[in-house]
C-alpha cells in the first residue's frame, strides 16, 4: 500500500464543515546499475553496448559522459513511461578508433 495520495480532513461543527486537503508524494531515492558490471575491453573491429537502469522518483536524469568529459549523444532511451520510476539508457556501437573508445 503506497502512503502516497490525496490526505483530506474534515471538520465538523453544528450541521457545517470545512474540508482541507494535502498531497503526499513519494520520493524514492536513486540507485542505478551499469552493465556490463565489469570492465570491457574493446579491440578493433567489434563493438560494445553499454547500459544504464536508474529507478527512483522522480524519475532521474540519466546522462553519459566520456573519460574526456564530452558528451556522450549516441544514447537510446528505453524508459518506457515515467509511472514505472526507472529511466533505461543504452549505448551502442562503442567502438575502437584511434586507441580512444569512439561513442
Not at 490525496?6 to 494535502?22: A, D, I, P, Q
Not at 524514492?28 to 522518483?57: E, H, K, M, S
Not at 566520456?66 to 528505453?78: E, F, I, K, P, Q
Amino acid at each position: 500500500v503506497s502512503t502516497a495520495g490525496l490526505y483530506e480532513c474534515v471538520v465538523s461543527y453544528f450541521g457545517s464543515s470545512m474540508k482541507l486537503s494535502r498531497t503526499a508524494k513519494l520520493l524514492i531515492f536513486p540507485t542505478a546499475t551499469v552493465t556490463p558490471t565489469t570492465a570491457i575491453t574493446i579491440t578493433r573491429r567489434t563493438t560494445v553496448q553499454l547500459r544504464c537502469i536508474a529507478v527512483g522518483f522522480p524519475v532521474p536524469i540519466v546522462t553519459w559522459f566520456h573519460s574526456r568529459g564530452s558528451a556522450v549523444t549516441n544514447v537510446t532511451d528505453l524508459s518506457s513511461s515515467a509511472s514505472d520510476f526507472v529511466k533505461r539508457q543504452t549505448i551502442s556501437n562503442l567502438k575502437y578508433t584511434n586507441a580512444y573508445l569512439d561513442a
